[in-house]
């Protein structure tokens, strides 16, 4: 059960965008406290002693460790696992697309451009890149002259 509740979870929350990663809202934080309440009655049933929890434990964190091999030995598992950057903005222009996709909005990537590089405009952004642990990159346009 625990193996299948993991890959489960995996999947749902590669579905739902990195964002979820990088950009928790108090929703965000409320759902991923349900989730594991669930989760959890889902992987221990009735059995709630301290043997299954061990098991359950260590047959995660097995399964983490194994997947991170995986990913080294196959990197298009690691795309498929983990996603690949995605890119936002290129020379000053937003790619709607990938926002929508990343479900991003124009502020979100503003908001690092102000933190990171003290942008004021998105005409400054050379490369804003939505990296696979859900932070944005920016990647300043350099002043000719």
């Given at each position: 059960?625990?193996?299948?509740i993991y890959f489960t979870l995996l999947v749902i929350i590669r579905l739902s965008g990195r964002r979820t990663l990088a950009q928790m809202t108090p929703f965000d934080l409320v759902i991923v406290l349900v989730i594991s309440e669930t989760t959890q009655q889902a992987m221990l049933g009735d059995d709630f002693s301290?043997?299954?929890?061990v098991i359950l434990i260590l047959t995660l964190f097995t399964t983490d460790i194994g997947l991170s091999y995986v990913k080294r030995w196959w990197p298009r598992a690691a795309h498929i696992i983990d996603g690949v950057p995605t890119v936002l903005v290129t020379d000053g222009v937003y790619?709607?697309?990938a926002l929508?996709?990343?479900r991003l909005q124009k502020e979100d990537v503003m908001q690092a451009a102000r933190s990171q590089e003290g942008i004021e405009s998105v005409a400054e952004i050379k490369f804003a890149i939505l990296?696979?642990?859900?932070?944005?990159s920016i990647i300043k346009k350099?002043?000719?002259g």
């Open positions: 059960r625990g193996l299948a301290i043997t299954n929890a790619d709607e697309r929508k996709g990343a990296e696979v642990s859900g932070n944005i350099q002043k000719s």
